[in-house]
């Protein structure tokens, strides 16, 4: 039986593996190191026209690290389309210990107060692993999506694992690559520092641009190290 701590789980993603449960009351915990890796390059990030206007409605409020629980607990949460996730409870609890060390992060987004979507993730250097992803209202999961892309960017991230691929994600942008292209990229990711920014400010209209006008890019965080 697999025993992973916070340290080697992290030792697992500096080494290109990462964690997987059969189902969300499954107490086995298993590595997966795929033969062809899934990543958003962070310079070719697409955001669909539709979801632009969206995000420049400013329907949705964003916050960083403000209830990590709450999101990975939503992310384990079976659903209509998911009826078993990958996320059991020993998994649940390494990540929330990575966050408390700072190695985990939640984009959560909010509707009139109310927990709508989210996504959380481990930090290695200037690599981000997307881990899981919730949407409990239309567009949700994917705001907070560009909202992680654009802090990854003025915080000097290089490297976006998205593990998988699928439909959703190929819309952004998401690629596949063999298993020793995204080792090299890993490497020099994790040896790269940078910084999560935490500003309460949402940075996901830097990457849309204000209505009327075309996006500028994503802002530069005064706290980037380069």
Same mark, same amino acid.
């Given at each position: 039986?697999?025993?992973?701590?916070?340290?080697?789980?992290?030792?697992?993603?500096?080494?290109?593996?990462?964690?997987?449960?059969?189902?969300?009351?499954?107490?086995?915990?298993?590595?997966?190191?795929?033969?062809?890796? %899934?990543?958003?390059?962070?310079?070719?990030?697409?955001?669909?026209?539709?979801?632009?206007?969206?995000?420049?409605?400013?329907?949705?409020?964003?916050?960083?690290?403000?209830?990590?629980?709450?999101?990975?607990?939503?992310?384990?949460?079976?659903?209509?389309?998911?009826?078993?996730?990958?996320?059991?409870?020993?998994?649940i609890e390494l990540y929330t210990a990575l966050a408390r060390m700072g190695h985990a992060h939640s984009v959560e987004v909010r509707?009139?107060?109310?927990?709508? %979507?989210?996504?959380?993730?481990?930090?290695?250097?200037?690599?981000?692993?997307?881990?899981?992803?919730?949407?409990?209202?239309h567009d949700a999961s994917k705001v907070a999506l560009v909202e992680l892309v654009a802090r990854l960017v003025a915080g000097g991230?290089? *490297?976006?694992?998205?593990?998988?691929?699928?439909?959703?994600?190929?819309?952004? %942008?998401?690629?596949?690559?063999?298993?020793?292209?995204? *080792?090299?990229?890993?490497?020099?990711?994790?040896?790269?520092?940078?910084?999560?920014?935490?500003?309460?400010? %949402?940075?996901? *209209?830097?990457?849309?641009?204000?209505?009327?006008?075309?996006?500028?890019?994503?802002?530069?965080?005064?706290?980037?190290?380069?």
């Amino acid at each position: 039986m697999l025993v992973l701590t916070p340290h080697r789980l992290l030792r697992c993603y500096a080494t290109g593996r990462f964690p997987m449960a059969d189902g969300r009351h499954d107490p086995n915990v298993y590595l997966v190191d795929p033969e062809r890796r %899934g990543i958003i390059p962070l310079e070719s990030f697409h955001v669909p026209r539709r979801l632009t206007r969206t995000i420049r409605q400013g329907r949705f409020e964003i916050t960083i690290d403000r209830d990590f629980r709450a999101v990975i607990e939503a992310c384990a949460e079976p659903t209509a389309d998911r009826p078993s996730t990958w996320l059991n409870d020993d998994l649940i609890e390494l990540y929330t210990a990575l966050a408390r060390m700072g190695h985990a992060h939640s984009v959560e987004v909010r509707r009139d107060g109310r927990l709508v %979507g989210g996504l959380y993730g481990v930090t290695l250097g200037s690599a981000f692993f997307g881990e899981s992803m919730f949407s409990r209202e239309h567009d949700a999961s994917k705001v907070a999506l560009v909202e992680l892309v654009a802090r990854l960017v003025a915080g000097g991230f290089t *490297l976006l694992d998205t593990q998988f691929v699928t439909d959703h994600l190929r819309r952004f %942008g998401a690629i596949e690559i063999p298993r020793a292209a995204y *080792l090299l990229r890993l490497k020099a990711a994790i040896a790269r520092p940078a910084i999560f920014p935490k500003d309460p400010q %949402g940075f996901a *209209l830097g990457l849309v641009g204000p209505a009327g006008a075309p996006a500028s890019g994503s802002r530069q965080s005064s706290s980037q190290r380069s």
